[in-house]
């Protein structure tokens, strides 16, 4: 089954860019959009933004900023680079796959499957 | 599209059943996931479509509501079911969830 694997520095300073990779595994990467998602610790789940595997991309407006998410379909693999990142960016990242179904009464989604997410601390 | 849980935390015994709400801030129609999450591990889906059970999730769990209110239910806890469970709304973006609401054991 389709598996994600979240993978990049654990540790980043102040005012740099945060970057992280999500490798599909399992699975093709192509016909599906790919999320990205960060926790605090502690804290509750954010929605960073997505990747469709054509390249097309949407961002949470409160990141949208600072936030870009690219695709390499010959490697089965999307990025996230958070540029500037303050001590509020400390979080657990998780990738997930944004599935769907069309059925006579919607189109509907949700995240699954997650990768094991990834801790990245922001500190000098 | 804000998303209010309630409760925000939970005591309760193996066997109990447990009723957690969410409340959309404005109508979503059935787009509402539901999502368990244990200690050191990432959510995992239990619902979507506000009432579809994901493949492997045992029965005992089950949800409802459409529009602005929703319900997730354990109609009987078990030792595994103690976790923190967070809604998600997929009617538009930026997709949001939950506060979060954690059941603890009694």
């Known amino acids: 089954q389709v598996q994600l694997q979240e993978s990049g520095p654990g540790l980043v300073k102040p005012s740099e860019t945060l970057s992280l990779t999500c490798t599909v595994s399992g699975g093709s990467i192509s016909s599906y959009y790919w999320s990205w998602i960060r926790q605090p610790p502690g804290k509750g789940l954010e929605w960073i933004g997505y990747?469709?595997?054509?390249?097309?991309?949407n961002y949470n407006p409160s990141l949208k900023s600072r936030v870009t998410i690219s695709v390499d379909t010959s490697k089965n693999q999307f990025s996230l680079k958070l540029s500037s990142v303050t001590a509020a960016d400390t979080a657990v990242y998780y990738c997930?796959?944004?599935?769907?179904?069309?059925?006579?009464?919607?189109?509907?989604?949700?995240?699954?499957?997650w990768g094991q997410g990834t801790l990245v601390t922001v500190s000098s | 599209i804000q998303l209010t849980q309630s409760p925000s935390s939970l005591s309760a015994s193996v066997g109990d059943r447990v009723t957690i709400t969410c409340r959309a801030s404005q109508g979503i129609s059935s787009y509402l996931a539901w999502y368990q999450q244990k200690p050191g591990k990432a959510p995992k889906l239990l619902i979507y479509?506000?009432?579809t059970l994901q493949s492997g999730v045992p029965s005992r769990f089950s949800g409802s509501g459409s529009g602005t209110d929703f319900t997730l239910t354990i109609s009987s806890l078990q030792p595994e079911d103690f976790a923190t469970y967070y809604c998600q709304q997929l009617n538009s973006y930026p997709r949001t969830f939950g506060q979060g609401t954690k059941v603890e054991i009694k």
């Open positions: 990747i469709y595997y054509s390249g097309s991309t």
């Open positions: 479509a506000a009432s």
């Open positions: 997930a796959r944004d599935a769907n179904v069309d059925t006579a009464m919607g189109f509907y989604n949700w995240f699954d499957p």
